[in-house]
C-alpha cells in the first residue's frame, strides 16, 4: 500500500508594497518597491501536526523589509540578498530564501516632482546557507518594429489559415531575466542598464525571421556584451496586429492601418545561456 507524505513545500509573504523617499536637500528620490519573500527548510510539523515553532511568520517576514528598509535600500539586487541571508542565517528551521523585487520606475519631473516610467526592473536573490544567486531582471516592457519582421515558411495543416508574410509589425512585451555568474557586483546599476540597453538594442537590430530567432539574438547579445551574465531568460508575447481589410469602403491599405489584437496571442519562451556554466537551483528564478 502506498504511503501519503509531505511534498516539497514553502511559504512567504508576498507582495509587500514598500515606498522609501530619500529626502535630501534641494531634492528627492523615490525607490517603489514590490518585494516578495519565499522561504522553505524544516517545516514539516507546522504541515503534520500543527506544531509553528519553526515558522518565521509571515507577518514578521512583511516587517523585515520595512525595517531593513530604514537603513535604505540601495540596488534592490543588494536589498533582496541582505533579506534572504538574514531569513537563513537568523531562523533556525530556515534552509532557503528567495527575495524577489520588482522596482517601479519614477522618473522625474522637477525636485519633488515624478511621474511613472516605462517597464518593471526585476530582481531575485536565493540564498541556501552557503550558496546564493541573483537573478535580475525586467518586465511589461512593451517594445515594437513597425518593419524587419517576416514569418513564412512554418508548417501547415488542414486547421491552418495563417497567411505566410514578409513584412509585419512585430511588437512584444519583453520580461526578461538573467542570472549572474556570481552573487555580487560592484555596480548593479550599470550592470541592469547596459544589459537592458543591449537587449533592446539586438530587438531593434534583428531583421526577424521569427519571434524565437529574436528572443535568441536578444539573449546571445546580452551574454556576449556583459561577463558577469551566465543565463538569460526570456518570455515574449508576440503583440498581433492585423491589417485591416478597407476594401469594403472602396478603399486601399498600403499597410497603414492595423487592428491591434488582445487576446489570444502567441507566447515565446527561451533560455539563452554559456555553454558549461554551472547551474543553480533553477526552481529558485
Known amino acids: 500500500m502506498s504511503r501519503i507524505v509531505l511534498g516539497d513545500n514553502q511559504y512567504g509573504k508576498a507582495e509587500t508594497r514598500l515606498v522609501r523617499v530619500e529626502r535630501g536637500q534641494d531634492r528627492h528620490d523615490v525607490v517603489d518597491l514590490n518585494v516578495t519573500t519565499t522561504l522553505a527548510g524544516d517545516l ?3 504541515h503534520l501536526t500543527g506544531d509553528n ?4 511568520p509571515t507577518d514578521t517576514q512583511k516587517n523585515t523589509v520595512y525595517a531593513f528598509a530604514r537603513d535604505g535600500v540601495g540596488e534592490i539586487e543588494d536589498f533582496a540578498l541582505r533579506l534572504a541571508r538574514h531569513f537563513v542565517g537568523t531562523a533556525p528551521a530556515i534552509r532557503r530564501a528567495r527575495v524577489r523585487i ?4 519614477w522618473e522625474r519631473l522637477a525636485g519633488h516632482s515624478f511621474r511613472r516610467g516605462a517597464g518593471t526592473r526585476t530582481a531575485t536573490a536565493s540564498c541556501d546557507g552557503e550558496n546564493a544567486w541573483v537573478v535580475s531582471g525586467l518586465a511589461d516592457l512593451v517594445v515594437l518594429n513597425t518593419t524587419g519582421s517576416e514569418f513564412h515558411g512554418f508548417h501547415k495543416d488542414r486547421y491552418t489559415t495563417l497567411a505566410e508574410t514578409t513584412d509585419r509589425i512585430l511588437a512584444t512585451a519583453v520580461t526578461a531575466q538573467w542570472r549572474h555568474a556570481e552573487p555580487r557586483s560592484d555596480d548593479w546599476g550599470t ?3 547596459e544589459s537592458t540597453r543591449h537587449l533592446l538594442a539586438a530587438f531593434a537590430d534583428t531583421h526577424s525571421l521569427s519571434l524565437q530567432q529574436t528572443l535568441h539574438a536578444m539573449g546571445e547579445r546580452v551574454l556576449t556584451e556583459r561577463p558577469e551574465v551566465a543565463e538569460v531568460r526570456l518570455a515574449l508575447p508576440n503583440k498581433h496586429h492585423f491589417l485591416v481589410d ?3 469602403f472602396g478603399l486601399d491599405n498600403p499597410g497603414e492601418v492595423f487592428y491591434a ?3 489570444p496571442y502567441g507566447l515565446i519562451e527561451g533560455t539563452v545561456l ?4 554551472p ?6 528564478w
Open 261 to 263: 489584437a488582445d487576446r
Open 53 to 56: 515553532s519553526g515558522v518565521l
Open 246 to 248: 478597407l476594401a469594403p
Open 274 to 277: 554559456r555553454s558549461g556554466a
Open 279 to 284: 547551474e543553480p537551483g533553477l526552481a529558485w
Open 44 to 46: 514539516a510539523a507546522t
Open 102 to 105: 520588482e522596482q517601479y520606475t
Open 191 to 193: 550592470s541592469h542598464a
